[in-house]
């Protein structure tokens, strides 16, 4: 069964600390992987993308990184601000575009 | 540039009352989804329509009905609301070429 899982599903830190968001995936075949932040109330806004043949890409303070071997991808984030406050959700698309498997999300807590 | 624009924001309707949600967006995008999220959940695919005059059914499309009224909208239907459709509901649009996927900023539904 196609599923892609994140962990931890919470993490509190303090402003100014980096942190790193992790995800595994099962989705066979494999065409792309995404980054969204969601903040509350609102719809996810995509971070990253990235395709089989990369192994990182960054936007910003937000840098991803994608093992298609052992299917791992996880997202750094730098220099943490209170404003990153949010849900990183890690979506990964298979055979078709149309359809996107869901990770169901960490939940990001900076602190002052 | 509104992006993707869903209406209401937020709706409680008594079980077994219908009600529609609207979806518009402004990118001349082809593709089109509804998904619901619920708590500890990813994101699931109710309905989508890879380009004006289709649509297919997703993960979870019992108790829908879509519409692609034409290219920028996309209205999602419940005929008998039930309280197992408590949820937050999403539009988004795709530009296929690109990967980009742009959501909507939710409709939170409340069934009693």
């Known amino acids: 069964k196609n599923q892609v899982e994140q962990s931890p599903q919470s993490l509190i830190i303090l402003e100014g600390k980096n942190c790193t968001l992790q995800?595994?995936?099962?989705?066979?075949?494999?065409?792309?992987l995404r980054w969204y932040k969601q903040d509350t109330g609102r719809g996810p806004v995509s971070l990253t993308i990235?395709?089989?043949?990369?192994n990182t890409k960054s936007n910003g303070r937000y840098t991803a990184t994608l093992d298609a071997d052992t299917k791992q991808s996880s997202l750094h984030i730098t220099a943490s601000q209170l404003s990153d406050s949010a849900s990183y959700i890690c979506v990964v698309s298979g055979d078709s575009s149309y359809k996107l498997i869901f990770g169901s999300g960490t939940r990001l807590l900076v602190r002052p | 540039n509104a992006g993707v624009t869903q209406t209401p924001k937020f709706q409680v309707l008594k079980t077994g009352q219908s009600m529609t949600l609207q979806c518009a967006q402004d990118m001349n995008h082809n593709s089109m989804y509804w998904y619901r999220q619920d708590p500890g959940m990813g994101l699931r695919l109710i309905y989508y329509s890879a380009s004006e005059g289709t649509t297919d059914k997703g993960e979870v499309p019992n108790g829908y009905n879509v519409s692609r009224l034409n290219k920028r909208e996309f209205s999602l239907r419940l005929e008998s609301a039930a309280p197992s459709q408590t949820s937050v509901y999403f539009c988004?649009?795709?530009?296929?070429?690109?990967?980009?996927?742009?959501f909507g900023s939710g409709t939170r539904l409340t069934v009693v």
């Open positions: 988004a649009s795709s530009d296929i070429v690109n990967y980009g996927y742009t």
């Open positions: 990235m395709t089989f043949s990369e």
């Open positions: 995800c595994n995936y099962t989705v066979s075949p494999f065409s792309n």
